[in-house]
């Protein structure tokens, strides 16, 4: 992907991020540029690290910009994509990568690696009930994130009623009202969400996870007693950055990126 196309979300027009047709969500106002780095207007950090990019096993921290420097604020063990990691399309670029890292695509059950916006929050309880600053809408049986390559919906979550949209031939796509709860709690990372590339990959989300054994289809997931942490951590204010990267990448990109120092 040209650096040129890769944005970096500020106030300016209106439109939806990626979200169509649902009246609850927040409207977001945004210029886009290029950020000399991922950080670039960050005050708050979710830094996941794993230890190769097979892993499906890793460790989230949480930071607070304070002038110069990064304030820890908590830890957990998250699990993600079945087949590790693989560079997704975010704020960074593809000088980021190295030659022969894998890139993601749709259904290769890799969580994307990269820095990425936190873009809003979903969940089933109502917003009253969740201790929360950041920009949250209640999901209902009728809203999905479409992952059908050939659809216009591509990497969008959408209220098929509003889009006036046939309940019985969807596009395929994921329902944000499940039957378990693993979309209890659920928070949009801004993977190819900017002009969506087809077959990049979709519906990237951090959520409640099966357990500590268990491994995503992409996603990045913990026990919901964090999500729950991180989501009352979170504000909208903070331009929060999601950073998945192996080790290896974290090493090699941290003076770079200017990440906070942490023992891997």
């Known amino acids: 992907m040209d650096d040129l196309m890769k944005k970096r979300n500020i106030l300016i027009g209106t439109i939806f991020l990626g979200i169509v047709g ?4 927040t409207m977001h106002t945004l210029l886009y540029f290029m950020p000399s780095t991922p950080l670039e207007g960050c005050d708050q950090l979710v830094l996941v690290l794993a230890k190769t990019h097979k892993s499906s096993e890793a460790v989230l921290q949480t930071f607070s910009r304070e002038g110069n420097s990064w304030r820890f604020t908590f830890s957990c063990a998250v699990v993600i994509g079945k087949n590790g990691l693989a560079w997704g399309r975010g704020l960074h670029n593809d000088r980021d990568q190295q030659d022969g890292d894998p890139v993601k695509r749709e259904g290769d059950g890799s969580s994307p690696q990269g820095a990425f916006e936190l873009l809003h929050a979903y ?12 920009p949250y809408t209640q999901v209902t049986p009728d809203i999905i994130c479409c992952d059908d390559t050939g659809s ?28 378990d709860d693993l979309y209890k709690y659920t928070v949009l990372v801004g993977h190819n969400t900017w002009r969506p590339e087809k077959e990049a990959g979709s519906c990237i989300f951090l959520h409640v996870w099966r357990g500590a054994d268990s491994y995503t289809a992409g996603c990045t997931a913990m026990e919901e007693e964090h999500i729950l942490g991180l ?27 200017d990440l906070p120092d942490v023992t891997i």
């Open 152 to 179: 216009q919906y591509y990497n969008r979550i959408i209220d098929i009623v509003r889009e006036r949209l046939d309940p019985y031939n969807l596009p395929s796509h994921e329902k944000m009202l499940r039957e």
């Open 231 to 257: 989501l009352s951590w979170l504000d909208q204010g903070g331009n929060p950055v999601l950073i998945q990267l192996t080790r290896k990448n974290y090493l090699r990109l941290k003076e770079e990126w």
């Open 22 to 25: 649902i009246g609850a969500i």
């Open 123 to 134: 969940g089933y309880p109502i917003p009253s009930a969740v201790r929360i600053r950041f």
